[in-house]
């Protein structure tokens, strides 16, 4: 059974950094694409950094550009979001996401994808605030 599980949020001030993580069970993290949402009170759910399952190339939106990073740990099967330099507007519940089927994840990512993503983490939450 596919179960993702996302920790490492909390309330950082702004310009900090937090890791969140997102281990995975019940598949192997390095087949699929795996990415990172998040939803911020009254807005809708935004992709904001996914791998691609076909050739590992990476998506991220432009509001986190250069701040965070997406990596995986093969060994844990455990997928990290690094941010850095963290804004008020980045406060949000962040969610890891994959789904099996091609394309389909990194195509929502970017959000033009028909179908979501078939599996989803509980969601951490991220508060920047001073």
């Known amino acids: 059974q596919v179960h993702l599980v996302e920790s490492g949020g909390g309330l950082v001030q702004p310009g900090g950094s937090l890791r969140l993580s997102c281990a995975a069970s019940?598949?192997?993290?390095?087949?699929?694409?795996i990415g990172w949402f998040r939803q911020a009170p009254g807005k809708v759910r935004e992709g904001i950094i996914c791998?691609?399952?076909?050739?590992?190339?990476?998506y991220d939106t432009s509001s986190v550009k250069g701040r965070f990073t997406i990596s995986r740990d093969h060994a844990k099967n455990t997928v990290y979001l690094q941010m850095n330099s963290l804004k008020i507007e980045d406060t949000a519940v962040y969610y890891c996401?994959?789904?099996?089927?091609?394309?389909?994840?990194?195509?929502?990512?970017?959000?033009?994808?028909?179908?979501?993503?078939?599996?989803w983490g509980q969601g951490t939450q991220v508060t920047v605030s001073s």
């Open positions: 996401a994959t789904d099996f089927r091609p394309l389909v994840l990194y195509y929502y990512c970017q959000g033009y994808g028909i179908s979501e993503p078939g599996y």
């Open positions: 019940g598949f192997t993290l390095d087949d699929y694409a």
């Open positions: 791998i691609n399952d076909r050739d590992n190339r990476t």
